[in-house]
């Protein structure tokens, strides 16, 4: 705030700024094909100012953008994000290309190995070689899974669902591909219902039983 007394003279002087202009194209990492329809966000410090959608030749642009530093992030469907940092100078074009690596998906269901039927609600994991776990997906009513925007290299996929013991498969994940991996879990848990007539029976009576135990093929697993 500035204060002038009665009959006082000051001078001010101001210095105006112009607005820069920031334009690229985010391009194929391995192909340098332009990337059609990736979203462009301009961010300073952590806050976002705008956002953008390149056009057909993957070209995107921010006008009016006052002088300073930014952050410009890419993304788009099937690529693993990017991001780098630019500086706006007054009155300057700012002309930048980003990178955009190429992923791979992984897709598949889970199955009882004894009925063939879907799993639901079974968890996969997505590991890394290093056994650091990325992600972790719950199957749908179909038992399906999916990891997507994965990027290329060896993983470990392991599912847990209850009842059932646990599996797991190495897999490679190569660029622009999608990989089908199925699992058939083997139950490890037998519920047995057992209704003995009280007139035939007295309570505290010691009752011996057989109880045999068949898979889905009729051939025997277990007999007590």
């Known amino acids: 705030m500035l204060t002038i007394k009665l009959e006082e003279e000051k001078w001010l002087e101001f210095t105006l ?44 642009s921010f006008s009016d953008v006052p002088p300073g530093n930014y952050v410009i992030r890419a993304i788009a469907d099937d690529y693993l994000g990017n991001s780098c940092s630019v500086s706006v100078s007054s009155v300057v074009s700012v002309y930048m290309e980003l990178e955009l690596t190429p992923a791979g998906k992984i897709y598949g269901s889970i199955f009882d190995a004894d009925t063939g039927l879907p799993i639901q609600g079974a968890k996969v994991a997505l590991i890394n070689p290093e056994g650091t776990i990325l992600a972790v997906y719950l199957t749908d009513e179909n038992g399906t899974y999916c990891f997507s925007q994965v990027k290329t290299g060896n993983y470990t996929l392991k599912v847990y669902a209850y009842g059932y013991n646990s599996s797991c498969e190495t897999v490679y994940v190569p660029p622009y591909t999608t990989t089908e991996v199925n699992f058939y879990l083997v139950p490890n848990m037998i519920f047995v219902d057992m209704q003995t007539p009280s007139d035939i029976y007295s309570r505290g009576e010691t009752i011996e039983f057989s109880l045999y135990i068949t898979n889905s093929m009729g051939q025997s697993m277990i007999e007590n």
């Open 17 to 60: 700024k112009e607005n820069g202009l920031i334009k690229g194209r985010i391009v194929d990492k391995l192909t340098r094909l332009p990337i059609v329809n990736a979203t462009v966000f301009l961010s300073e410090y952590a806050h976002l100012i705008t956002s953008g959608v390149t056009d057909q030749h993957g070209n995107f």
